[in-house]
């Protein structure tokens, strides 16, 4: 399979046919290889697989109407349409894509097919008879001169009984075609203003060890420095992403190193020679255990004391150097946001420095945050949005700060 996406967003679209069953899988897949994907489904659909089953491995309510009015409250169907990288219609039957061809609009699905911008791609399932039957075909040559995808369908054995073309596509193949087609379509739409920079990210936790079994660590999950690390990619910039422990693929076209401690992440750090940017995203623990056991340790009943011994300050040495690069940094507050961040800008020599309001479910292991982004004469605040939003309007700041 070609590299995995970060952060890209899909709708899956299912219609009625024997084939649903295969979409849960697609929607697995897609999450796999990094995509956010969020279902819809036709009411024929429900008939074969309960959207409980989508709700499961999505993540996310699935959406079955028009117009339900708790979901329109939520994100309507233009705002669906619009926040959609893609659109996979898996399976698509004969009579979904009869009502595509002719440009109905007369439930969720088909209306969202046509209020995006983002490409269609549709994986036909049906029998080999319906498939090769005039209307269909030219629904199909249609629907191709309208610009959408067709991914097969695959000849085989039927669900019928028969065998011909008519079958889906499975759900590997369905995704390898996707991470394509969105790997291209980035690489087409990047605004390459980082062209011939070097930027480094740190991103993800540090594991303080205690014992060889146990460690200190924190919530961070890497997606925030991940997000950073596959748009400043995107944008044309050499990517060095230093990642604590975190399951997150890595994006594409980054050079990923893999760490575990703060001081791993410092030597990491420190054996990159020139950069342009960095990016201190990752949540480094201020503190060691002094001595960690070589062996486990053993309860004993009494309390036990852990001496810590505070770990150097990665962003601060980058800053100091002589060849300095542009220094972003993140604070992570529960209280006092604007005030501790400000103060921490200073303290650390960034340049700008990105709070956030940690705790009680906010900033850290979700895709979506809120920043205020303060700089030496500039502020701006950045309101609710996914992480990768986020790490295009942090770049944008670079760009007004430095007017390049
Ligand atoms: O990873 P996610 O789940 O997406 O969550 C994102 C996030 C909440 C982790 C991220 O938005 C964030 O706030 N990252 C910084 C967390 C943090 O450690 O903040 P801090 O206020 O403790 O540190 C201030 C800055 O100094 C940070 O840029 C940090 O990377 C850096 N630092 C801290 C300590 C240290 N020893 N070395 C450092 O470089």
């Known amino acids: 399979m070609n590299a995995p996406l970060s952060n890209q967003r899909i709708i899956v679209g299912v219609s009625g046919g024997i084939a649903a069953y295969k979409a849960v899988v697609l929607v697995r897949r897609l999450i796999e290889a990094g995509c956010e994907v969020r279902v819809v489904m036709t009411e024929a659909a429900t008939r074969f697989v309960a959207p409980l089953s989508f709700q499961a491995v999505s993540g996310h309510p699935?959406?079955?109407?028009?117009?339900?009015?708790?979901?329109?409250?939520?994100?309507?169907?233009?705002?669906l349409a619009r926040w959609a990288d893609a659109v996979v219609v898996a399976p698509a039957s004969a009579n979904l894509m009869a009502r595509l061809a002719n440009g109905f609009a007369d439930d969720l699905l088909t209306t969202l097919c046509l209020a995006t911008s983002a490409p269609v791609h549709l994986a036909p399932a049906m029998n080999r008879q319906m498939w090769a039957h005039p209307a269909t075909r030219a629904n199909r040559d249609r629907l191709v001169e309208h610009g959408v995808t067709l991914l097969g369908p695959a000849a085989g054995a039927q669900a019928c009984g028969e065998t011909g073309e008519g079958r889906m596509l499975e759900p590997e193949v369905i995704v390898e075609a996707i991470v394509e087609a969105l790997a291209d379509a980035l690489?087409?739409?990047?605004?390459?203003?980082?062209?011939?920079?070097?930027?480094?990210?740190?991103?993800?936790?540090?594991?303080?060890?205690?014992?060889?079994?146990?460690?200190?660590?924190?919530?961070?999950?890497?997606?925030?420095?991940?997000?950073?690390?596959?748009?400043?990619?995107?944008?044309?910039?050499?990517?060095?992403?230093?990642?604590?422990?975190?399951?997150?693929?890595?994006?594409a076209g980054v050079e990923r190193v893999d760490v575990e401690t703060a001081a791993e992440m410092q030597a990491a750090v420190e054996s990159i020679g020139a950069m342009d940017i960095f990016v201190g995203a990752a949540a480094v623990a201020?503190?060691?255990?002094?001595?960690?056991?070589?062996?486990?340790?053993?309860?004993?009943?009494?309390?036990?004391?852990?001496?810590?011994?505070?770990?150097?300050?990665?962003?601060?040495?980058?800053?100091?150097?002589?060849?300095?690069?542009?220094?972003?940094?993140?604070?992570?507050?529960?209280?006092?946001?604007?005030?501790?961040?400000?103060?921490?800008?200073?303290?650390?020599?960034?340049?700008?420095?990105?709070?956030?309001?940690?705790?009680?479910?906010?900033?850290?292991?979700?895709?979506?945050?809120?920043?205020?982004?303060?700089?030496?004469?500039?502020?701006?605040?950045?309101?609710?949005?996914?992480?990768?939003?986020?790490?295009?309007?942090?770049?944008?700041?670079y760009h007004q700060i430095t007017q390049d």
Not at 297 to 305: A, D, F, N
């Open 187 to 251: 690489v087409a739409n990047a605004r390459p203003d980082l062209a011939g920079r070097h930027v480094v990210v740190t991103a993800g936790g540090t594991r303080e060890p205690i014992d060889p079994v146990r460690f200190i660590a924190n919530r961070s999950s890497g997606r925030m420095g991940f997000a950073l690390a596959a748009e400043a990619a995107r944008r044309g910039a050499a990517v060095t992403l230093i990642a604590g422990p975190s399951a997150l693929p890595t994006p």
């Open 286 to 397: 201020d503190y060691r255990v002094a001595a960690p056991a070589d062996h486990k340790l053993k309860k004993s009943g009494e309390t036990l004391s852990l001496e810590l011994v505070p770990n150097p300050d990665i962003i601060r040495r980058v800053a100091e150097r002589a060849e300095r690069p542009f220094v972003i940094g993140f604070a992570a507050e529960t209280d006092h946001v604007r005030e501790y961040a400000a103060a921490k800008r200073v303290a650390k020599g960034m340049d700008l420095i990105c709070a956030n309001e940690v705790g009680a479910g906010k900033g850290f292991d979700r895709p979506d945050n809120a920043l205020l982004l303060l700089w030496d004469g500039g502020e701006h605040e950045l309101p609710q949005a996914d992480k990768t939003r986020l790490a295009g309007e942090i770049f944008d700041t």
């Open 62 to 79: 699935v959406r079955t109407t028009l117009l339900d009015a708790e979901a329109e409250s939520g994100m309507d169907h233009i705002a």
